[in-house]
């Protein structure tokens, strides 16, 4: 079967059995959000225990607070409701693994998928690239714990954003699927 074929037969056993959930509010229930990664490891809904019609999830490659991130969170307090936020980056994130520059450099080379070794991504595919993704900040991350830090942070310090939103800082642990607090990101997350 092909993925689209997978995909929707899988949709189909979903929506036989939709019930009650054809009715749930817009807003989510219970009032909260996640930013997160894109990593398929990650399955917020199991990892924090949601179901549909409960919370506002956003995800992005390393669940970086990106200026349409924070659009999101944004609409999801100012016109959905929500009063409390995580911010969920993980360990072994893909993010870590490359620079700047160093994607740039791949793009410019071909619009192939790059080949992941021991040193790194490199590029196997036959030209033309494009420059275009010089002028992309990619947001990468060197340090996992640091990039929750400034993600909270600069979340807190948004204009947009109130100061009676909490905002916690957690890494979510590939190999155990624990959740580990980042203590000096909850800190900066307080509600002011
Ligand atoms: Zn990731």
Request: charged share 20%; glycine share 10%; hydrophobic share 40%.
């Amino acid at each position: 079967m092909s993925i689209l074929d997978e995909v929707l037969a899988a949709n189909a056993d979903y929506a036989g059995s939709f019930g009650p959930k054809g009715s749930l509010a817009l807003p989510p229930a219970r009032h909260f959000a996640i930013l997160t990664c894109m990593d398929a490891r990650l399955d917020p809904a199991k990892y924090a225990g949601l179901s549909e019609g409960d919370a506002h999830v956003i995800r992005n490659a390393g669940g970086r607070a990106s200026n349409d991130a924070i659009r999101s969170l944004v609409i999801s307090y100012k016109l959905l409701g929500t009063r409390e936020w995580f911010v969920i980056h993980h360990s072994n994130c893909g993010m870590e693994l490359f620079t700047d520059d160093v994607i740039r450099g791949l793009l410019a080379n071909s619009l192939e998928t790059a080949a992941l070794g021991p040193d790194g991504f490199t590029d196997v595919g036959s030209g033309p690239g494009s420059n275009a993704a010089g002028s992309i900040d990619w947001l990468t991350i060197s340090d996992s714990a640091q990039s929750v830090v400034d993600d909270v942070t600069r979340i807190r310090n948004h204009p947009l954003v109130p100061g009676r939103i909490p905002i916690h800082g957690y890494i979510y642990d590939v190999s155990t699927g624990r959740l580990v607090e980042v203590p000096e990101a909850t800190k900066a997350g307080l509600p002011l």
